[in-house]
């Protein structure tokens, strides 16, 4: 007989005795949050609709006792990279608690770097008090993404924090080489006039004569947007639910003060409208809820069970729980329920997407072709319908993905079907196996060459083997633009390369251009034999996907490089009817296979072995796997 379960203790922390000068990030120190030059200096400096969140970095600052910032933004905003470092450099150490100076007070004035012209003022009166100076240093190179982030220059300016701005937190903390603050820079938007924009898209062919007489239409949304719109994302998703009368309505606060903010055309329509909006906020771990980057979005939207992804986290427990015991039950309602609706009502899945631009949204189009895509620009005010040649993009990669297959000596009929063959297959009584790469490539070359048939066989798939080089090299190139190449992935690269039998040359780049690779490539004339027949790229995969096909030769991303050899036997680039791709650009029936998504995974935990948190990867690390 089990014994009876011990009461449970609940021990609360005693916060009286904590240093009034500690906090958290939403709770800033109060010579911060009631200094009124500090604030009337951010209301007339930077733009109202923009946080820049310059008390928590000043609060940052201060607690990590720097001398040496370094600021790093992205095109868009550095033109408001001068007017953050002089405020930086004002209110940095002033005004301070008497507890936190007398910390930074011991400091060696021997080791405090000089302070530009701008804050020469700030840091003497900083000096004064007892603080640091505080140098401002901005990195000027191009910023594509939070993937960009430049820490490695950092540490090369002995720069003691880095501040990032516009992306989300891609490279964990805990990897960078120098302490980094991540800015989001939310943007304020008028999501009144998009959730009005979208009402009127779906209830503008309905006449007032109409709306008693034609189905009733449920429109599925999935909000989505940049990491800069995530608010709006939240609150138009919530707004979208809140015109249907027939959705659930919670009690929170939060919903209650949203309810409040509606707008007053929205409310009059919310009656006569036969339209009900069922929206959620899809979620691609481990970015935040709606977020998209150009190369990872969420996937599955068309096939996903709206209904439950509706629910509360609380619902969605209590539903697993009675989940084994209401199977029956719900199976029964819900096919009564559907035969009811269908008879009833219509329904539409689409995506709304918040950005100024295409680049992020063609992530989540690629990732779920089959959905309408609305894009809104909050700085036009436009709502438009987007769309993306899904089909003509997966037959350029797979042509792609075929000419490396032809070039290695990969079977393509078997790989097909998940098996993996390589082109040359060693038998069992070999005396000597190859030990490391260099022996494997010199034992391909000996069966090329005529060598002994006991020793190496050529596999029968490939009729045509004078085409194919006795000696291949493969590129792999490693983006250095801050942090976009993995090591953890090149490491994986290179050890299936090399176990091929394939050679491989590593290339450093901070941007990769067609001339560049052009003169370290084999020419489409015959000209540079030796040179590399294709490359992979651990950079951005939408270089690949966008432009690969401008290169002389493949340039594949590494997850294309994985199908290539065999490693993932991938539905979204092969089909059936692979064969017969010379078909009209009118025809309107495609292949299924041919429209379903292609992975945008770089930077998602569910991601595969291509990817940049799957495994090793996310220590960024180069491993050996036994070439």
Known sequence: MSSPAKPRRIIRRNN????????????????????????????????????????????????????????????????????????????????????????????????????????????????????????????????????????????????????????SCLVPTTCSAVPCLYVFVEIRVDVGHLVDCVRLTFEEHQGDDEKNTVKKKVVECAVMGTVQFRSAVMEAAQRLNQLSSSVRQNSTTDQNQAEANINTIS??????????????????????????????????????????????PKEKRELAKNKTKTDQESNQDDATNNAATSSTATKERVMIFLADGRFHLEAAMISNPTLRALRYDPYSKTLTEEKYEIVKMKRLRRDAVRRVRDLLGVDNTNILSGRKTYAVQHVSNVTAPPRNSEEIADSIL???????????????????????????????????????????????????????????????????????????????NGDNENGVCAWVQIACPRLSIDWGHYFCVPVLSPFELFVALGEVADSSLW?????????????????????????????????????????????????????
Not at 60 to 87: F, K, N
Not at 284 to 300: H, I, N, Q, W, Y
Not at 490 to 506: A, E, F, Q
Not at 592 to 613: L, R
């Open 446 to 524: 000996d069966s090329y060459q005529g060598g002994d048939s006991k020793n190496a066989t050529i596999t029968s798939s490939i009729t045509n083997t004078t085409a194919i080089s006795p000696k291949r090299t493969m590129g792999i190139i490693l983006g250095t633009l801050g942090r976009q190449g993995n090591p953890g992935i090149l490491g994986r690269i290179r050890s299936l390369l090399h176990k091929r039998g394939v050679r491989t040359m590593i290339v450093l780049l901070s941007e990769i251009f067609p001339k560049k690779l052009e003169m370290m490539s084999v020419k489409p």
């Open 267 to 312: 409310q009059n329509n919310k009656q006569s409208s036969n339209v009900e909006y069922q929206a959620i906020v899809p979620q691609a771990k481990p970015l935040s809820p709606g977020e998209v980057l150009g190369c990872t979005a969420p996937s599955g939207l068309s096939t996903l069970n709206w209904g439950e992804a509706m629910m509360s």
């Open 575 to 627: 089909s059936a009817n692979d064969d017969n791709r010379e078909r009209d650009e009118g025809e309107t029936t495609i292949n299924a296979v041919e429209e379903d998504g292609y992975p945008m995974d770089f930077y998602s935990k569910a991601g595969g072995p291509w990817t940049n948190y799957f495994d090793s990867n996310k220590d960024r690390r180069i491993v050996a796997y036994g070439d």
């Open 16 to 167: 009286s005795h904590q240093n009034p000068s500690s906090c958290t990030s939403n709770n800033l120190p109060p010579h911060l949050t009631n200094n009124q030059a500090l604030h009337h200096v951010i209301s007339t400096t930077l733009p109202a609709d923009y946080t820049f969140e310059i008390l928590k970095t000043i609060h940052r600052i201060e607690s990590l006792h720097a001398r040496h910032v370094a600021l790093q933004l992205p095109e868009g905003l550095l033109m408001y990279a001068t007017c953050i470092g002089d405020i930086l450099q004002k209110f940095s150490y002033v005004n301070l608690p008497s507890t936190a100076t007398a910390v930074t007070a011991d400091t060696s004035a021997d080791s405090i770097p000089n302070s530009t012209s701008s804050g020469k003022a700030s840091n003497n009166e900083a000096t004064s008090k007892g603080g640091e100076q505080l140098t401002i240093s901005i990195l000027g190179d191009v910023t594509y993404g939070a993937c960009c982030i430049d820490d490695l220059t950092a540490v090369s300016l002995n720069v003691d924090l880095l501040v990032h701005y516009g992306h």
